[in-house]
């Protein structure tokens, strides 16, 4: 099995692009993602990790490049190499398609990150809707089990 290399990507504060082999555009955005968090300590940074992608002047293509899910992960290396930020990922619910999401991003996660992180997964329903969160800390993040406290607790917001 031969490692390929993670493409090239540009930094641009919080922003994150790279383009692949294929001409398809990643976008990875992290922003303010203490919304997602009641009580909230100000020290605790969180930010809310965004993917997205599209074609150059085509179509998107369908096959399978393990390169973009090894950037993808890198890029999140990257990011939460300033131990003290943390981020949450939520899988897009609009088309009800949130579990095949997350069971990628999780191959992805597990596959190509390294022991600097840990991922934390919940799951709740809101609206008849099933959300499955994913907070991604550094392990010497130094707010890592308050953090984690926190996030566990955000369910209770939900149950009924």
Not at 96 to 118: C, G, I, M, T, V
Not at 139 to 158: H, S
């Amino acid at each position: 099995m031969s490692i390929h290399p993670p493409y090239h990507f540009n930094k641009t504060g919080n922003y994150y692009k790279f383009i692949t082999d294929k001409s398809v555009v990643y976008n990875v955005l992290f922003t303010d993602g203490s919304y997602y968090f009641n009580g909230l300590p100000e020290h605790i940074l969180v930010f809310e990790l965004s993917l997205s992608f599209s074609a150059l002047g085509g179509t998107l293509s369908p096959s399978y490049d393990n390169r973009i899910e090894i950037t993808v992960v890198k890029i999140i290396s990257d990011f939460l190499s300033d131990v003290e930020n943390s981020a949450v990922y939520l899988c897009d619910t609009s088309d009800k398609r949130q579990k095949a999401r997350k069971r990628k991003f999780d191959f992805w996660f597990n596959k190509h990150s390294s022991d600097e992180l840990e991922k934390y997964d919940l799951e709740f329903n809101y609206e008849n809707i099933e959300f499955l969160p994913s907070l991604i800390v550094h392990k010497n993040n130094p707010f890592r089990e308050e953090l984690f406290e926190i996030f566990k607790a955000q369910t209770e917001n939900y149950k009924k």
